[in-house]
């Protein structure tokens, strides 16, 4: 099983995980930017941030055989932050480095006015810099949040085909599924979807731009649930090609559309650490 997991925040996950991700088959990454938990001050905390995203987690995920790639945004939670405003203004610079391969995760968490702001703007940087766009729907008011989300998209003028909306559940996916954009999946271990209600989603609305994730963030989650939903498509039938169409195709053809995913089609990473870190003495103490 070859799995790219399309949203996993490996920033908060430790050198075990990603041992057994690469163990369960994870080839490949996309880390999207998001919230650290406490709340950041400035906008250098951004910069760093994003530095951190392009440079250094992408060789330490090396280290472990699985490529990195990430995306770049200011989060929902953060959004409406009038100390962080200046992150849309140093986001073009991340947008056009190699690794990056979407905007976001942008979108709503309390749907305010300055949440709208920072919505609007980065779905016209994901126009302007021709990158897909990655959208995270609110945990609270889900309903109303995602058909608000659609809405903002459609005015946006972003093709739907390049957005992905994102930790959808069997309440919000049928307003989304005739939108034209991709339904993303976060899967919990116990709250949200899990691998059992994801199958079920599946038989209902087939395999069409779907992309299911571990999210797997600060809180109790866990970086193998894409292996353990491929692991009960197939224990209800689907087959080989349907498992590898969603935990591989689907999101090398979704995150393909940045022009950036470089991967070789075997799902064989590429495990050459990066020029930059070849002569980091702190790394190869790290791994003596
Ligand atoms: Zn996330």
New binding site residues.
């Given amino acids: 099983m070859r799995i790219l997991d399309p949203?996993i925040?490996m920033s908060s996950r430790t050198t075990a995980d990603y041992e057994a991700m690469y163990g369960a088959g994870v080839r490949a990454v996309v880390e999207?930017a998001?919230w650290l938990g406490q709340p950041r001050t400035s906008v250098d905390s951004f910069i760093d941030y994003f530095d951190a995203l392009v440079g250094w987690e992408p060789f330490r995920a090396s280290q472990f055989g699985i490529r990195h790639f990430c995306t770049i945004g200011l989060n929902p939670k953060e959004a409406g932050d009038p100390r962080l405003t200046g992150v849309l203004d140093i986001m073009p610079r991340y947008l056009e480095k190699d690794g990056v391969v979407a905007v976001g995760?942008l979108g709503y968490d309390s749907m305010t006015p300055q949440e709208d702001h920072a919505f609007a703007a980065q779905l016209a940087l994901a126009v302007a810099h021709e990158l897909p766009a990655l959208v995270?729907t609110p945990h609270r008011d889900k309903l109303a949040g995602t058909r608000r989300t659609l809405d903002v998209v459609r005015e946006s003028g972003i093709a739907p085909g390049m957005v992905v909306v994102d930790h959808l559940n069997e309440v919000t996916v049928p307003e989304v599924v005739d939108s034209g954009c991709w339904m993303g999946f976060s899967i919990y271990p116990d709250t949200k979807m899990d691998p059992t209600r994801m199958v079920a989603v599946l038989r209902d609305i087939g395999l069409d731009r779907v992309l299911v994730n571990s999210?797997a963030?600060w809180g109790r989650s866990d970086p193998l649930t894409t292996r353990r939903t491929g692991e009960a498509m197939l224990a209800a039938g689907f087959d080989d090609d349907a498992v590898d169409r969603i935990l591989w195709r689907n999101p090398m053809e979704f995150y393909g559309q940045s022009g950036r995913l470089d991967l070789d089609p075997t799902g064989q990473a590429d495990a050459a650490a990066p020029a930059e870190f070849a002569g980091n003495s702190i790394m190869r103490g790290a791994r003596a």
């Fill in positions: 949203h925040h999207p998001f995760e995270h999210a963030d």
